[in-house]
């Protein structure tokens, strides 16, 4: 437990402040650390459909998946739309040339499409986040982890939560230890969070939205993170694994630790899109 504890908090102490001077830098390099990050992610879903022995055309679907952050970041989202059926007609495309019938062409370019665009495209929304609503590089980054926050807040508050109060299962097919209460906590702590970030640490977004849309903001967002961790609890009960990877020590994957952020950073550009 100790040993597991200590490299949590390596990966962290590495990690975290990698990821804030990123954001902070922005442009480029932040596109191509979401690209990094959707190509790792898509990597570990194809590792996961692997263990059950289905196929997963592994380079094309690392190729979709990093484009939509660039994209994002150098041309109109229009293009995105354009990346996408390019990439569809791709994939089943070299699925067609390159798998046999007996092993499933068409699933295998459905998993191989599905995943690419379920990981780039969801995180490719940060890249608006971070480059959207800020007038400063300050600004811009605590846009971007506004999500992040609220995803963390959200998912202690449904651990401490299930733990102390936690009777009726959430989801018991997909995730047994989920439970209401947790959700219920989770979705008390969104709101409450958005609160206190928009008053103290982010003002202008404070000012834009007030209370009212504050709590909105958290309840939408928090509601987000928690489907999106059911999302990836049935992805690794359907395959099978405990974990997405081992990449991070004492984490787990990659998507182990992104699966809410990949529904709550979404939720949080859609949310202030819309309002805009």
Same mark, same amino acid.
């Given at each position: 437990?100790?040993?597991?504890?200590?490299?949590?908090?390596?990966?962290?102490?590495?990690?975290?402040?990698?990821?804030?001077?990123?954001?902070? %830098?922005?442009?480029?390099?932040?596109?191509?650390?979401?690209?990094?990050?959707?190509?790792?992610?898509?990597?570990?879903?194809?590792?996961?459909?692997?263990?059950?022995?289905?196929?997963?055309?592994?380079? @094309?679907?690392? %190729?979709?998946?990093?484009?939509? @952050?660039?994209?994002?970041?150098?041309?109109?989202?229009?293009?995105?739309? %354009?990346?996408?059926? %390019?990439?569809?007609?791709?994939?089943?495309?070299?699925?067609?040339? $390159?798998?046999?019938?007996?092993? =499933?062409?068409?699933?295998?370019?459905?998993?191989?499409?599905?995943?690419?665009?379920?990981?780039?495209?969801?995180?490719?929304?940060?890249?608006?986040?971070?480059?959207?609503?800020?007038?400063?590089?300050?600004?811009?980054?605590?846009?971007?982890?506004?999500?992040?926050?609220?995803?963390?807040?959200?998912?202690?508050?449904?651990?401490?939560?299930? =733990?102390?109060?936690? $009777? =009726?299962?959430?989801?018991?097919?997909?995730?047994?230890? $989920?439970?209401?209460?947790?959700?219920?906590?989770?979705?008390?702590?969104?709101?409450?969070?958005?609160?206190?970030?928009?008053? !103290?640490?982010? @003002?202008?977004?404070?000012?834009?939205?007030?209370?009212?849309?504050?709590?909105?903001?958290?309840?939408?967002?928090?509601?987000?993170?928690?489907?999106?961790?059911?999302?990836?609890?049935?992805?690794?009960?359907?395959?099978?694994?405990?974990?997405?990877?081992?990449?991070?020590?004492?984490?787990?994957?990659?998507?182990?630790?992104?699966?809410?952020?990949?529904?709550?950073?979404?939720?949080?550009?859609?949310? !202030?899109?819309?309002?805009?």
């Amino acid at each position: 437990m100790a040993s597991d504890l200590g490299k949590r908090l390596t990966v962290a102490a590495i990690g975290i402040p990698l990821t804030v001077a990123v954001t902070y %830098v922005g442009g480029t390099l932040f596109a191509i650390g979401l690209s990094v990050l959707a190509v790792v992610a898509t990597w570990e879903i194809a590792r996961m459909f692997g263990s059950r022995g289905d196929r997963f055309l592994l380079v @094309p679907g690392v %190729v979709l998946a990093a484009s939509y @952050p660039l994209l994002a970041h150098y041309l109109d989202w229009g293009y995105a739309w %354009v990346a996408t059926v %390019v990439g569809l007609v791709t994939v089943v495309g070299l699925g067609t040339m $390159k798998v046999a019938p007996s092993d =499933r062409p068409f699933q295998t370019a459905a998993l191989t499409f599905g995943s690419a665009v379920y990981v780039g495209g969801l995180i490719s929304f940060g890249v608006t986040l971070r480059e959207g609503f800020g007038a400063t590089a300050a600004e811009g980054t605590l846009y971007f982890f506004l999500p992040v926050a609220l995803t963390w807040l959200a998912d202690t508050a449904a651990y401490f939560g299930g =733990r102390a109060f936690g $009777k =009726r299962p959430l989801a018991p097919v997909i995730s047994p230890n $989920k439970t209401v209460e947790g959700a219920i906590a989770a979705l008390t702590a969104g709101p409450a969070g958005a609160v206190l970030y928009g008053l !103290l640490l982010l @003002p202008s977004l404070g000012r834009w939205l007030g209370v009212p849309g504050l709590l909105a903001l958290g309840l939408f967002v928090a509601g987000a993170a928690t489907v999106g961790d059911l999302a990836e609890s049935a992805l690794k009960r359907e395959c099978g694994v405990k974990d997405s990877s081992n990449l991070l020590p004492g984490h787990g994957g990659l998507l182990d630790r992104m699966d809410s952020l990949l529904w709550s950073i979404p939720a949080a550009c859609a949310f !202030l899109l819309v309002l805009r």
